[in-house]
């Protein structure tokens, strides 16, 4: 069958892709655009290992057809870091705030989502704004405290 | 299997996809059932008809006389950030906001809650409570339908076929009135209501003059407990009153055992939720 052509922006760039009608945009951010950033994990939108900003907001790439993605703004992972991290990664690394890291890229894509709506939350808000991410590996504890940690430092340095 | 996505900008060229794919077209909204259902292989759509690209499906306006339009393909976010919305119809915000995730309050949409059909969806009780209607337009023209007549059972719609749900209709606020909105789940978050219960009413100088009750996840479809609303009129919220509404909650369940709650637990749990729910209401509403 045909396949579908869409024109999209990912990370700020203009990007083309073929996908077909059915395709989530997790497949295509893995599979042809080579993006492996975010991952599978449960197929059905309950760990939040997939997710992206779609035009700013999270989503679970999982839970959305890539056709969808047609003239939106697309951001993953792969665009959170410039010539450095970004402050969370760096705070995730010295604080140890993963084990496995399956679900560490959802967990920054959704933490930083949080720190540019808010930049001051409470640790209550923290945890629920990332409740839809699943880690069974640190408790969340190292999370939690990483986000708040890093909230704190990007408050002092602006 | 041939599978088509459409994203028509009209609602015209929707109802045209969707009727010419009779039986296997789906809706798309936000896309968390139903990406989820296909995943499962629950359904195997034909045509996908994205109504995203819709101005009247996907935005919110108040209305001259007071009243709301919501766009049927709004997500719960969007329903949040709007600055008037919460103020007026703060039960119908927060039921919203209580499905899923950040991730999934980024997508899930009310018409997609409603038309999903589940007898748990926890925005349906608090938009019976608050008298919603919903606007619906198919080949044969538009109509409009009580919120609570939209569930046939659990699946299953009093739709025609081809119609599309466009928007939910809140009527204009009298003075001194508010809602609430809650549920019982085992846990805190992320999970499916066990019982739900939405409460819409008017206060004036302490005494209840209007009120509706929508229970949710007691029955095959949400039900508007009249009975319950009755006991409520004319009272203060006194405890006996509350006790009388409780227990016309309680006789109006008809659950099923499962996982979540047995029968037992659920009917009892429906008259504890309509009495804290009734007085959050009423707080809003400016106290009893």
């Known amino acids: 069958m045909a396949k579908l052509h869409v024109s999209t922006t990912i990370n700020g760039e203009p990007q083309e892709f073929l996908c077909d009608a059915e395709q989530s945009m997790l497949d295509v951010l893995r599979g042809p655009l080579g993006l492996t950033g975010a991952k599978e994990g449960c197929g059905t939108g309950d760990c939040g290992a997939c997710t992206i900003t779609l035009n700013g907001r999270i989503v679970c790439s999982c839970l959305m057809l890539a056709a969808e993605a ?9 665009g959170m870091a410039g010539e450095e991290l970004h402050p969370l990664q760096q ?5 140890a ?13 959704a933490a930083k989502a949080l720190l540019e709506k808010n930049p001051d939350p409470t640790e209550h808000e923290v945890r629920f704004w990332l409740a839809g991410n699943l880690c069974r590996c640190t408790g969340y504890d190292k999370i939690i405290r990483a986000v708040m940690d890093t909230a704190a430092d990007m408050r002092a340095a602006r | 299997m041939d599978v088509q996505y459409v994203a028509p900008k009209t609602l015209d060229e ?18 968390t059932d139903l990406l989820v259902q296909m995943r499962n ?12 690209k819709i101005g009247e499906l996907t935005s919110i306006e108040e209305t001259k006389d007071g009243g709301f339009r919501i766009g049927a393909a709004v997500s719960g976010m969007v329903l949040r950030e709007h600055p008037r919305l919460s103020k007026v119809w703060p039960g119908v915000v927060e039921a919203a906001n209580l499905i899923g995730s950040t991730q999934v309050q ?23 409570a608050a008298a919603a209607t919903v606007t619906i337009q198919g080949p044969n023209g538009r109509r409009e339908m009580a919120v609570e007549k939209v569930p046939k059972g659990p699946g299953r719609l009093n739709l025609e076929p ?7 209709n809140l009527p204009p606020r009298a003075k001194g009135s508010s809602d609430a909105y809650l549920r019982m789940i085992p846990r805190t978050e992320m999970d499916i ?31 508007l407990v009249e009975e319950a609303a009755k006991a409520l009129i004319g009272s203060k919220l006194d405890e006996a009153a509350l006790a009388k509404a409780a227990a016309a909650c309680s006789a109006a369940c008809r659950p099923i055992d499962d996982k979540r709650g047995t029968i037992a637990y659920r009917t009892k749990v429906a008259g504890v939720l309509l009495k804290r729910t009734a007085l959050i209401a009423a707080e809003r509403a400016g106290g009893k």
């Open chain 1, 97 to 109: 705030a993963l084990q496995c890291g399956i679900c560490t890229p959802g967990v920054l894509m």
């Open chain 2, 193 to 223: 209501a066990v019982v739900g219960c939405g409460v819409s009413l008017t206060m004036d100088k302490g005494t209840c003059t209007a009120a509706r009750v929508g229970l949710g996840a007691v029955a095959p479809t949400v039900l």
């Open chain 1, 70 to 78: 047609e003239g939106q703004e697309i951001g993953t992972i792969e």
């Open chain 2, 41 to 52: 292989g629950i359904v195997s759509p034909g045509t996908i008809v994205d109504i995203k």
């Open chain 2, 162 to 168: 081809g119609e599309i749900v466009v928007s939910f």
């Open chain 2, 14 to 31: 929707a109802i045209r996809a969707f009727a010419a794919a009779a039986g296997s077209g789906r809706i798309l909204a936000g896309g």
């Open chain 2, 106 to 128: 980024g997508r899930a949409t009310p018409g997609g809650n409603l038309c999903n059909g589940s007898p748990a969806g926890d925005s349906v009780p608090a938009m019976v």
């Open chain 1, 91 to 95: 705070k995730f690394l010295e604080s």
